[in-house]
């Protein structure tokens, strides 16, 4: 099958935190057989923070940030592709490509929409009557979300969506492994995430609070937009942290954070990819509450669950270093027995082809 996929980008993890699934997933895909090309705008900086260059396992096209780029680049897709994917939060030209994906009428072609920020998406879908995804939805063959369970689900049905899958983040065990520490990394806690509008607050209260509460520890915070945050002395600001230096980084620490976005926490259901990075490395992971975690690590035995800056603070004071290496273990175990993209995309190639036999049958 060919493959066309549209996203933010392949090659840059720069403000681009669906990077790492979209590497995994279509790098397993590929590996079933499957021909990927992938779209991606020259937009934000990413082409010039690139850590990976263009894979093997996929064609990237990068094309210019401009109404004449994309569409170009969606006449080269459509004349050669057995499947045309459009991701949510490419960056720009978001509606065009929503619409003009879903009303292609070539024979045979199946259109995918591949929500990778489901809960943020179905609330603006939700608050908005004249939202562009109301009459373009219904009209793709299959949504595709990274997360959600089954509210984002019932959601998407009820948008009018013909079928709608989860296709949860997961591990490459390729590219996320335990390393060594490294002492420029050495923290009591660390967090790796991008500043967003719709975390901060939850970044206050899980991990800056914190800090405040305990100045005797040390705090590591990582991702792009944060050089600019008043932070306690006692947290390190490390800038963006390119997908390859995500394993020293995770594993250099005591603990690792999982703060989720809002909209996520409220729909639950919906693991970020750092829960399986994290987990790769062997890292002890920390997390704010959402339902549904126990579908993918055991709280208290594979990860650790706190509702509040006063939870972290009470089980910084009682973590030790054994005992998060047991837990950081134990999540590596699981999440290397249930939850690899190689899983995955066994999983996405029997849902895409039920689809295409349901799709040829009705014709």
């Known amino acids: 099958m060919k493959i066309a996929f ?5 090659v840059s993890s720069y403000w681009n935190g669906a990077a790492t699934y979209y590497r995994g ?18 937009a934000f900086g990413r082409q010039q923070h690139r850590d990976i260059p263009d894979p093997e396992w996929a064609r990237v ?4 940030a401009a109404d004449d780029g994309w569409h170009r680049s969606l006449d080269e897709a459509v004349r050669d592709a057995d499947l045309i994917a459009k991701a949510s939060g490419v960056g720009v030209f978001d509606k065009e490509l929503d619409v003009a994906v879903s009303e292609l009428t070539r024979a045979g072609l199946m259109k995918v929409y591949w929500d990778v920020d489901a809960p943020a998406t179905l609330e603006s879908m939700a ?9 373009a939805v219904p009209r793709y063959d299959l949504v595709l979300t990274y997360g959600g ?33 490294r002492s420029d990394c050495a923290c009591d806690l660390s967090f790796l995430g991008n500043r967003l509008p719709d975390r901060e607050a939850r970044v206050d209260e899980f991990f800056l609070t914190p800090a405040q509460m305990r100045p005797h520890r040390k705090f590591l915070l990582g991702g792009a937009g944060w050089d600019r945050k008043a932070v ?32 996520m926490a409220r729909f639950g259901f919906s693991p970020p990819t750092r829960i399986f990075e994290a987990a790769g490395a062997g890292a002890c992971i920390v997390t704010d509450a959402w339902i549904g975690i126990d ?7 594979e990860i650790l669950v706190v509702r509040g800056s006063h939870d972290v603070v009470e089980l910084l004071d009682g973590l030790g270093s054994e ?16 939850h690899t993209y190689s899983q995955r995309a066994k999983q996405l190639m029997e849902v895409l082809n039920v689809a295409i036999s349901n799709s040829e049958a009705a014709e």
């Open 149 to 181: 369970g089954d509210p984002v689900v019932e959601s998407y049905r009820r948008f009018g969506a013909r079928q709608c899958v989860p296709v949860y983040n997961a591990l490459d065990p390729q590219t996320h492994y335990p390393v060594p520490a």
């Open 232 to 263: 306690p002395a006692n947290v390190r600001i490390a800038g963006h942290v390119g997908s390859g230096e995500h394993n020293v980084f995770l594993c250099s620490g005591l603990a690792t954070l999982n703060i989720n976005r809002d909209s």
């Open 61 to 64: 096209v990068v094309y210019p």
């Open 6 to 10: 549209f996203g933010s980008s392949l």
């Open 25 to 42: 997933l279509l790098k397993a895909l590929a590996a079933l057989g499957q021909q990927i090309t992938f779209y991606e705008p020259d």
């Open 295 to 301: 579908n993918f690590l055991e709280p208290g035995k």
């Open 323 to 338: 005992q998060a290496k047991r837990i950081g273990q134990s999540a590596r175990k699981r999440i290397l027995s249930q």
């Open 127 to 135: 608050s908005d009557p004249l939202h562009h995804l109301h009459r």
